[in-house]
């Protein structure tokens, strides 16, 4: 039965996590939302006997939310509905997962959600870690470096919904929050976990979010053994790399498809790692960008015109995936939104969603998804209630087995939700071949 129970504020920071977990021994499987954790039934003692069964094998339960760039208070029921469920299956920590590059608002949803999980816990204090070394997310003095870069000078200052334009954690944090923020530096991590858990102990912290230097593994495994009685953990998913789990050889789900089965990749990130990607695959993959103003004047027959372009490819070549993509240079984020349309972000987000839909139907049986609100907009509309996450692609990044249903008929599928920022330049191409 889980014990570890997890809320991520979106779906790719959601398989991310469930990564490294597996990695570590934990049997996870990805809820899609609260009810996916909470039996139907309706009553308690229905939920109970049914939850008792389903969860028997999993050690730990992630909830993916699309609570990132939410109304503040949508993103605080959503994550205390999906704590209420975690721990009526079981679970008795948390770990509330947000991005490694703190993505927030000075309004939030890092602070008031951290508040919120705190107050439904009865707890008063926590840590906040975004630390994640494999992915080049450092700490050090409060100040969040990407890879060589403090965060407000790295590509993050120009995200377009969360622009980070200061590298101090405590600082972003602050006007978030109800409660102190405060600092403990690398020295007192260093010094190792008994100073650190006296530290965390000392009054100034004990009502508190206090942000913890980590700048390496050590440091992570440190803090995680240092905080190992709290109720509540907040961070990235680095520092899971401190949690050991009861099954270290039996966590990975095997794949679904065999070499050969239809696959695609739908790539809406912006993001500078993912145009990378993008422009790496276009010399290899058969291709199609999104045409946002067709999209607008005929949105089913430009849906229709890419779902077709993309079964031609299978027919002509079954084992080599088409990318169908948003961008791939910054002019291609459009900004405005043309009087009486759509934003183009949900444009974007609909029009993959229905592209998925559409290719699963068709026999896709392999999808690959870049960047966090395309994966949530994507997995919704396939329908998906569980992944069970499978063979690791890069750090943050693997392949997941899951059950869609997108229109009727329920197909199980290998999806990969790709962060924006995450994975190697040729990752299009190659991750492919972990699915053996
Ligand atoms: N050409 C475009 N113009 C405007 N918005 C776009 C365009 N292409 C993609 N988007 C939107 O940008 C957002 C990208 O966010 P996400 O999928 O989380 O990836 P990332 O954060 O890596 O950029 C999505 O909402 C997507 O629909
Ligand atoms: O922690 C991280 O960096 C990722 O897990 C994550 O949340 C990234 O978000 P997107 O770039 O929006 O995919």
Redesign the pocket.
């Known amino acids: 039965m889980p014990t570890l129970g997890a809320i991520a504020d979106d779906f790719t920071g959601a398989t991310d996590l469930a990564t490294m977990l597996v990695a570590r021994g934990f049997r996870t499987v990805v809820a899609v939302g609260a009810d996916a954790v909470s039996s139907p039934a309706d009553s308690d003692s229905a939920a109970e006997s049914d939850a008792s069964g389903r969860w028997a094998d999993t050690d730990a339960v992630v909830v993916a939310l699309k609570s990132r760039t939410a109304p503040v208070p949508e993103a605080v029921e959503d994550s205390v509905r999906a704590l209420r469920a975690l721990r009526a299956i079981g679970c008795r920590r948390f770990y509330f997962k947000y991005c490694s590059t703190f993505d927030s608002t000075p309004r939030g949803n890092i602070g008031p959600v951290t508040d919120a999980l705190l107050a439904e816990l009865g707890e008063r204090r926590t840590v906040v870690v975004p630390s994640f070394p494999a992915t080049g997310r450092t700490v050090y003095r409060g100040r969040l470096f990407v890879h060589d870069d403090l965060l407000d000078e790295s590509p993050m200052r120009h995200h ?1 919904l969360t622009p980070m334009l200061d590298s101090r954690v405590d600082r972003l944090l602050r006007p978030q929050t109800d409660h102190a923020v405060t600092r403990v530096g690398l020295d007192t991590v260093r010094a190792g976990t008994d100073a650190l858990r006296a530290a965390l102990d000392e009054a100034a912290h004990a009502d508190a979010l206090t942000v913890v230097d980590a700048v390496d593994d050590e440091d992570l495994r440190t803090v995680s053994a240092a905080t190992e009685d709290f109720g509540l953990v907040t961070g990235a998913a680095g520092l899971a790399v401190g949690l050991t789990g009861p099954h270290p050889d039996q966590a990975r789900a095997r794949p679904a498809s065999r070499p050969g089965d239809a696959g695609v990749v739908l790539a ?4 500078a790692a ?1 145009r990378a990607q993008v422009a790496d695959a276009l010399g290899s993959l058969p291709h199609r960008r999104l045409d ?1 103003a067709r999209l607008r004047a005929d949105f089913d027959g430009a849906v229709d015109g890419l779902t077709a372009f993309v079964r031609e490819c299978w027919e002509a070549d079954p084992a080599t995936p088409p990318l169908i993509y ?2 791939a240079t910054p002019e ?3 900004t405005d939104t043309p009087p009486g349309t759509e934003p ?2 949900s444009l ?2 609909r029009a993959l969603a229905a592209c998925a839909t559409a290719l699963v139907d068709a026999g896709a049986r392999r999808l690959l998804v870049a ?4 994966s949530g907009a994507v997995v919704t509309a396939l329908r998906a209630r569980t992944l069970a996450i499978g063979a690791p692609i890069a750090p943050g990044v693997a392949w997941a087995r899951t059950e869609v249903c997108p229109t009727g008929t329920a197909h199980t599928v290998d999806l990969a939700l790709k962060s ?2 995450f994975g190697g330049t040729d990752i299009f191409t190659q991750a492919w071949e972990q699915l053996v």
């Open positions: 377009p809406g990130s912006a993001s993912t946002l948003a961008v291609d984020v459009e183009p972000s974007v987000e960047g966090g609100e395309t924006g920022n």
